[in-house]
């Protein structure tokens, strides 16, 4: 199905191209979310006549977004989640825990901002990407922990799952001497005689 774009869409083009692209995708992705409409001469003589309207409104939202972005560059998002002994944690991070976490510290950021390609099933940095608009996007850091020192650690660039496992090697440093003549499941005795 051929469209005409009524923004910029990454990886398509931008306003007022005509793209073609799948049926399921203009259906269910773009009309409804009026990012596109269909392209017949009808839409055509539309969009010709709106182009300078549609132009700078987007002007206007990308002017917003750019001044939202200024405010949110740079932003650590800190979230204490308890995992296991290797680092993956008890469920994942999802697009919402970042909602809630930006809502924390007075930023206003919607869920359809927060480009996660997968979710977070692990401690330590991630980078996550906020599109505040199609043409501004922003990079934030995600800092996942176990608690709020350990959380200060990573964020001093400290591996924290390495430091874990050197300490794990250096605390299990004592082997018992074993003794050569003991059936399978039998106790060496204490006393030495």
């Known amino acids: 199905m ?3 774009l009524l923004e910029r869409v990454e990886k398509l083009g931008g306003i007022g191209d005509v793209v073609k692209v799948k049926d399921g995708f203009a259906r269910n992705y773009l009309l409804p979310r009026k990012k596109a409409l269909r392209a017949n001469e009808a839409n055509r003589r539309v969009f010709e006549a709106n182009r300078e309207r549609i132009v700078a409104e987007n002007a206007a939202r990308r002017a917003d977004a750019e001044k939202d972005a200024k405010t949110i560059d740079g932003v650590t998002l800190t979230l204490i989640r308890q995992s ?8 994942s991070v999802a697009v919402r825990d970042l909602v809630e976490a930006f809502e924390a510290l007075g930023h206003k950021v919607g869920k ?20 505040l608009h199609p043409e ?19 964020a001093a660039g400290v591996d924290v ?33």
């Open 136 to 154: 501004v996007p922003v990079m934030v850091k995600v800092n996942v922990a176990r608690s709020p020192e350990e959380a200060e650690m990573q």
């Open 112 to 131: 359809a901002q927060i480009v996660l390609d997968r979710p977070i099933k692990t401690i330590g940095l991630h980078e996550v990407k906020v599109a």
């Open 2 to 4: 051929d469209v005409i």
């Open 84 to 91: 296991s002994n290797t680092g993956q944690l008890y469920g």
């Open 161 to 193: 799952m390495a430091q874990v496992f050197e300490e794990g090697r250096e605390q299990t440093g004592f082997t018992e001497e074993r003794d050569p003549n003991l059936e399978v499941g039998e106790i060496a005795s204490d006393a030495q005689g």
